[in-house]
């Protein structure tokens, strides 16, 4: 089994000094010096949640330089290149979660890596604990028992997080694409409503999307017609006209996770040229730098 390999630590900074109440100076050990730090951009990681058909992996096609990791049962990439709509570029089908780890040692040269999908290499992270550690039993004496198996497999999970970290600080970004579900919120403080979610376990998505500098939802602009009657505004049924122009919205609301560290619009409209999406999305990141 491969184990992942931390990154190496920066040598430690110079130790100061601090004052004592009776004015002498005295050394204080292992601490280290406060100073500024100088701003250097580095590669983004980006979590893009989408809903289906919104074109996420044409996306990572056109990001630069790529190397498109699928999980086992994303066929997503071929068929698109199949049929000619993306551009022939380097690509593996990973089967385990070990061949997962062990090919992020081997993308080098690359300047994207994408991971196609989340939800695929979950399942793969999840099988390998499974097998590993409760002996292949997916039931209430295995894997599923108090919810054992979610806890070792977020911790093996975090394994992956520190290679692609590595490959990071080696100046290459990372895109993990991720679809989506519609999942019941159980609201704290008022009725219960319904968000997209990604199709992972609340504690993978918990992990993934605290490591990512932006995770962003991608959907299709809604429209809809309400109808006329003497219903209140909030009973009336509407009809949706709407829902082919794409956006990505990259702050949390209640439908939906977001977040980004870049300062970009709240929402961005893509264009309906596929190509443009990697362009458009990146312009906001690197926008005033």
């Known amino acids: 089994m491969t184990t992942a390999t931390l990154p190496k630590m920066p040598p430690p900074l110079p130790t100061t000094t601090r004052r004592t109440g009776n004015g002498n100076e005295k050394k204080a050990a292992n601490v280290p010096a406060l100073g500024k730090l100088e701003p250097v951009f580095q590669p983004p990681r980006i979590i893009l949640n989408a809903v289906e058909g919104w074109g996420k992996t044409t996306m990572g096609t056109y990001a630069p330089n790529p190397a498109i990791l699928m999980a086992t049962g994303e066929t997503g990439y071929t068929t698109l290149l199949g049929a000619g709509l993306v551009p022939n570029v380097d690509a593996a089908h990973i089967a385990t979660w070990e061949e997962l780890l062990a090919m992020l040692d ?12 989340l939800g695929g290499f979950e399942r793969l992270c999840h099988v390998n604990v499974c097998d590993r550690d409760f002996n292949g039993d997916w039931g209430e004496r295995g894997f599923a028992s108090y919810k054992r ?71 299709f ?28 919205y990259t702050e949390r609301r209640d439908a939906f996770d977001a977040k980004n560290r870049y300062g970009m619009e709240n929402e961005i409209d893509i264009p309906n040229d596929p190509s443009k999406s990697w362009n458009t999305i990146y312009t906001q990141i690197r926008k005033d730098k």
């Open 106 to 117: 081997h993308v080098g040269g690359h300047d994207t890596v994408v991971l196609d999908a």
């Open 221 to 248: 602009y809604s429209v809809v017609d309400t109808e006329r009657g003497g219903k209140p505004e909030a009973l009336k049924k509407g009809k949706g006209i709407g829902g082919t122009e794409r956006i990505v």
């Open 149 to 219: 198996g979610y806890e070792v497999a977020v911790n093996e999970w975090l394994k992956l997080l520190v290679k692609l970290d590595q490959l990071r600080s080696e100046g290459i970004t990372i895109l993990i694409l991720s679809h989506c579900k519609i999942k019941t919120f159980k609201n704290p403080l008022g009725a219960d409503y319904d968000r997209y979610v990604s199709d992972v376990h609340d504690k993978t998505w918990a992990a993934t999307a605290k490591w990512g500098d932006a995770v962003l939802f991608g959907n």
